[in-house]
C-alpha cells in the first residue's frame, strides 16, 4: 500500500511548474490562481490530492482554527487574522477546519470570509459537537451556517466520535439534502485510533480526521492502511503537536537533506512528515500569525519526504 506513485506526481508537476508563485493547476482551484501582494513566494503550486470518493483534488495545506480563530473583534485581534486567510488563499489553499465548539472562532471566520467575499474560495470543513440526539445537533448545524454565513458547508464531521449513530445520520441527512458535500469522523488521541478505525470501517465516511506527527505516529498502525484500503480521506491534525515540536528542535539545525526536499524550516519537515504518508489527504496547521502562515504553505510544494528522510526525522526528533 505503500506507494511512491504521489512522489513521482508531486515532483513532476513541481519540475513542470519551474520556480515562482504559482497556484494549484486543478480547474476547480483555478479561481484560487491569482497571486496577490500577499502570496507566500512558494517554490511552485500547492500539490493537491484526490479526495477518493469522488475524485475531487483539493490543495495539500489546509488550516486549523483551534486557538487561532478564538478571538475577539477588535483590530489587533482581527488584523493578523486577515492577513493569514489573504495568504492562504493567495497561495492557493482552501480547506479551513473549524467546530462550533471552537470559541468565536467560527464567527471569526465567517465574518472575514465574508467581509472579503472569500466564501467561494473556502473548503470548510466543521463539526457536529459536543452534541446529544437529533434535535440538539441539527439546531447547533444550523447555527453553524449562521455563524459561518453560509447556506451550506463542504465537510461535517462528527467531533471526537460523540453520539456517533445519530450525528453521523444526521451529517448524511444533510449531505443528502445538499447542505453538506461531505461527512466525516475525527479525534485527536492515539487512545481512541482502535474505535475510530472500526467506526471507518463499518460506516466509510467520506473523511477521517486524526493525528499524525513525527513523534505520534500510532496512526500508521491502522487506521491510516485502512483509509487508503477503503477510500476514505484522511485529515491530520496536530501535525506540530499543538506547537510543542517546535521547543525539542529550538537549537537543532535541519538536516543535511532539507535544502534537496524543499524544506526551508522545521515547521516544513514536520508537514512534510505527516504528507509524505500515502493516505493522508491534507494537513490542518493553526497558526494566527502571518509570517508562519507563509513558512506552512512552503510546506505544500516539491517532493514527499523518502523513506530515509523519514526515518532520518523520526531519529532525530527521538
Ligand atoms: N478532535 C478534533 O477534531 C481536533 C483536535 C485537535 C485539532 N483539530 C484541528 O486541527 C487543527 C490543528 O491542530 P492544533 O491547532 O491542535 O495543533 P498544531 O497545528 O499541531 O499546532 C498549533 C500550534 O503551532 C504553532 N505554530 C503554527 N505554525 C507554526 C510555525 N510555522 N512555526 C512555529 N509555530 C507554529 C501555533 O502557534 P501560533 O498560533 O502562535 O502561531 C499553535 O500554537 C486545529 O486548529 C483544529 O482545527 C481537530
Known amino acids: 500500500m505503500y506507494t511512491r506513485r504521489r512522489f513521482l506526481t508531486s515532483t513532476a508537476i513541481a519540475a513542470a511548474a519551474g520556480i515562482g508563485l504559482a497556484a494549484c493547476r486543478d480547474p476547480a482551484q483555478a479561481s484560487q490562481a491569482e497571486p496577490t501582494a500577499a502570496a507566500p513566494q512558494l517554490a511552485g503550486p500547492l500539490n493537491t490530492r484526490p479526495i477518493p470518493s469522488t475524485g475531487e483534488k483539493i490543495p495539500v495545506i489546509g488550516m486549523g482554527t483551534s486557538g487561532s480563530f478564538e478571538v475577539g473583534d477588535t483590530a489587533g485581534e482581527r488584523d493578523p487574522l486577515r492577513e493569514v486567510l489573504k495568504r492562504f488563499f493567495a497561495a492557493?489553499?482552501?480547506?479551513?477546519?473549524?467546530?462550533?465548539?471552537?470559541?468565536?472562532?467560527?464567527?471569526?471566520?465567517?465574518?472575514?470570509?465574508?467581509?472579503?467575499?472569500?466564501?467561494?474560495?473556502?473548503?470548510?470543513?466543521?463539526?457536529?459537537?459536543?452534541?446529544?440526539?437529533?434535535?440538539?445537533?441539527?439546531?447547533?448545524?444550523?447555527?453553524?451556517?449562521?455563524?459561518?454565513?453560509?447556506?451550506?458547508?463542504?465537510?461535517?464531521?462528527?467531533?471526537?466520535?460523540?453520539?456517533?449513530?445519530?450525528?453521523?445520520?444526521?451529517?448524511?441527512?444533510?449531505?443528502?439534502?445538499?447542505?453538506?458535500?461531505?461527512?466525516?469522523?475525527?479525534?485527536?488521541?492515539?487512545?481512541?485510533?482502535?474505535?475510530?478505525?472500526?467506526?471507518?470501517?463499518?460506516?466509510?465516511?467520506d473523511f477521517l480526521q486524526i493525528n499524525y506527527s513525527v513523534v505520534t505516529r500510532g496512526a500508521e498502525k491502522r487506521v491510516l492502511p485502512q483509509a487508503q484500503d477503503l477510500g476514505v480521506a484522511v485529515l491530520i491534525n496536530r501535525a506540530f503537536e499543538d506547537g510543542k515540536l517546535f521547543a525539542q528542535v529550538k537549537d537543532k539545525p535541519l538536516p543535511a537533506w532539507a535544502a534537496e526536499a524543499g524544506i526551508a524550516s522545521w515547521a516544513q519537515a514536520f508537514l512534510k512528515f505527516s504528507l509524505s504518508h500515502p493516505a493522508v489527504t491534507v494537513v490542518i496547521p493553526a497558526t494566527g500569525k502571518p509570517d508562519r502562515q507563509s513558512d506552512n504553505l512552503g510546506a505544500g510544494t516539491g517532493p514527499d519526504l523518502t523513506e530515509a528522510q523519514r526515518q532520518s526525522l523520526i531519529a532525530a526528533l527521538a
Open 92 to 205: 492557493g489553499a482552501s480547506l479551513i477546519d473549524t467546530a462550533p465548539t471552537y470559541g468565536t472562532a467560527e464567527d471569526v471566520l465567517g465574518a472575514l470570509l465574508a467581509e472579503q467575499g472569500l466564501r467561494p474560495k473556502a473548503w470548510i470543513a466543521t463539526k457536529l459537537s459536543g452534541v446529544n440526539g437529533r434535535e440538539a445537533g441539527l439546531a447547533q448545524f444550523n447555527d453553524t451556517l449562521r455563524r459561518l454565513k453560509t447556506d451550506k458547508v463542504e465537510l461535517l464531521q462528527v467531533h471526537n466520535l460523540g453520539d456517533l449513530k445519530t450525528q453521523l445520520a444526521l451529517a448524511r441527512e444533510l449531505k443528502a439534502e445538499g447542505k453538506v458535500r461531505y461527512v466525516g469522523v475525527t479525534h485527536y488521541l492515539e487512545r481512541a485510533q482502535d474505535e475510530l478505525a472500526a467506526v471507518v470501517q463499518a460506516e466509510k465516511p
